[in-house]
């Protein structure tokens, strides 16, 4: 993967924000989904700068959301974000990558199942051929 730090722009952290008291025993892992996610998007040289504070934005809501204890998660806005981060993640072969890796993880943990996020497709990743 070829990677280019964003300008101006520093990881954030928003895998920090996470709180394992309320959050499941997925905590965790999705922790080091968010973590990878966003490390990966911001050094990627796929997406913009504006792209990747938007990533980073998206990223921060899902982790400040894993802090609620469930029934006060916004659950109609989660899912239209996670479906949001899917797709701007899918327009790069190496983020495609990432988010067949620890999307699922984010939708596990927000309890969505992949054909519940409207226009869902299995992601598959193009052939270097």
Not at 22 to 28: F, Q, W
Not at 63 to 83: G, M, W
Not at 100 to 112: A, E, H, I, V
Request: hydrophobic share 40%.
């Amino acid at each position: 993967m070829r990677f280019a730090p964003a300008e101006g722009y520093r990881h954030s952290g928003c895998a920090n924000r996470i709180n394992v008291t309320h959050a499941s025993a997925d905590a965790p892992d999705l922790r080091r989904a968010i973590e990878e996610i966003e490390h990966s998007a911001l050094r990627s040289y796929a997406f913009s700068d504006q792209r990747k504070r938007e990533i980073a934005l998206q990223l921060g809501f899902l982790a400040t959301e894993a802090r609620q204890p469930e029934p006060q998660r916004k659950a109609a806005i989660i899912k239209p974000v996670l479906n949001g981060l899917r797709l701007m993640l899918s327009t790069s072969a190496e983020m495609l990558s990432v988010w067949n890796t620890w999307g699922p993880t984010l939708m596990r943990f927000f309890q969505t199942q992949p054909g519940s996020l409207p226009g869902h497709r299995t992601l598959v990743q193009p052939s270097s051929n």
